[in-house]
C-alpha cells in the first residue's frame, strides 16, 4: 500500500499519523524541524507546545474535558502521553513541555508503520492521500500553495507568555492555592493591593509593543482566545481585574482576605523549576516585558527564560472548502488537520487529527466514514467547521455551546454540563462500537 503523506509533526500530524499506523495504513510523517524553523518554534521534538502548556480542564462536566475523554476512546497519542508527563495545575491538565514533546516524539518514531522524513514539503504532493497539518504557522512556500489552491484565507495574531525561573521569586509576597480549593495548591499566587494593581495597570497601558511584521499588507486581527496582555488592557482599567488577574476564588493566608488582583503563575515542567504567568501572553518589547511585568509582587527580581511573543496565525475559509471529515471538497484525496481548519486549542487540534487518520484509514480500507454524533463534542466541532450556512468564518474552541440542549430544563449549570458530556461521550462510544472500534 502506497504510504498516507502527512505533512507537519505537530499535535495534528502526530495524532492523524498515529490513528492511520494503528489502522495499518503506512504513513511518511514530514517535518521541517530541524533544518527549518517557524518563528515560533524552538524545539527539535515533535508536538511542540508553543503557547501555553495546559490542556485545559480535566473535568468531564467541561467542554475540555469532555473533548479529552471523547480523544482517549479515539486512541488519542496526545492525551495518553499528557497524563504521562503531566504537572500539577489544580483542574487543569497541564504537562512538561520537553517531557510530554520527547514522550510524543518516542512513540511515534518507535511505530513500525511510521516512517519519518525531515525536511520542508514545499509543494502539495499531486498523487495519492495526504493530511496537511503543517498549523497556522505553515512555511511560506508551502502557504503560497495553499493559498493558491483553496483562495481565501483568515489571518490572525496569536501570543505566547513569558515563563520564569521558580527559585528567583520573593516567596514571601506569594502563596500556594488553587483558585476554588480545586487542586493541591497547584499555582503559585502574585497578590496585588489596589494601590499596587493601579500602578502596575497604568504601566502595562503604557508600554512599547514589539514591531510586527507586515505578512498580507493587511491589519490584521487578534485572536480572542490568545489576547495580549496590554491590549486587554487598553479596554478598561477592570477588563483584566474581571479577566486573567480575577482574585475570586482567592484568599492570601496572610491577611485572610481577597487580593484586589492576583497575577498567577502555573508549573512550565515537572520538576517546579520553571513557571508560566496565566493569561500573559504579550507582544511587549523584551525590555518592557522585564520593566512592566517586574512590577507583580514576587516577580521584582524575577528571572525570565523565556518573553512571550506574537506570531502570525491563519486560517482556511473552512465551511467553504472541507467536509465533517476534513477532506476537501475539490481534491477529495487532501485533507487539512490542526489549527489551520479553524478549530482553535491545542485539543481540538489533536481531535481534529485523529478524525482526519480515522476517517481516511476507513476510506482506505473500503468502508464508510463514521458519522460523529453531533451532541459530542468532536462531532460538533466538526460539524462546526464544515457549516456552508456560516458566512462570517471565525476560530472555534471547544464550548459546550456547540451542543444541542438537553430535552429536559436543568437550571443547574454544573449538572446540566455534565448531563451534555454522559450524553454526548455514550452516543460517540455507541457511535465507535457500531464502527468496529474496540473500546
Known sequence: MTPVQVIGAGLAGCEAAWALANAGIPVTLWEMKPQRYSPAHHSPLFAELVCSNSLKAQRLGSAAGMLKEEMRLMGSLVVDCALQTSVAAGGALAVDREAFSQLVTRRIRSHPLI???????ERIPEEGETV????????????????AL??????FYDAAAPIVTADSLDYDKVFFAARYGRGED????????????????????????????????REPAVYEGCMPIEIMARRGEDTIRYGPLKPVGLRDPRTGHRPWAVVQLRRENQAGSLY???????????????????MIPGLEHAEFVRYGVMHRNTFLDSPRLL????????RPNLRFAGQITGVEGYVESAMSGIVAGLQLARKLKGQEPLQLPLDSMSGALCAYISDKTVTQFQPM?????LLPPLEELVKDKQRRYQMLAERGIAHLRDCLKQGGYAL
Open 150 to 155: 483553496c483562495g481565501k484565507s483568515l489571518a
Open 186 to 217: 497547584d499555582y503559585i499566587n502574585c497578590p496585588f493591593t489596589r494601590e499596587e494593581y493601579e500602578a502596575f495597570y497604568q504601566a502595562l497601558r503604557e508600554a512599547e509593543p514589539a514591531q510586527l511584521h507586515d505578512f498580507d499588507r
Open 132 to 147: 496537511i497539518a503543517t498549523g497556522p504557522l505553515t512555511s511560506d512556500t508551502l502557504a503560497e500553495g495553499i493559498q
Open 115 to 121: 516512517r519519518i522524513s525531515l525536511g520542508e514539503v
Open 397 to 401: 474552541g471547544c464550548n459546550m455551546g
Open 276 to 294: 508560566n504567568l496565566v493569561g500573559f501572553q504579550t507582544n511587549l518589547k523584551f525590555g518592557e516585558q522585564k520593566r512592566v511585568f517586574s
Open 323 to 330: 467536509r465533517a471529515d476534513f477532506s476537501m471538497h475539490a
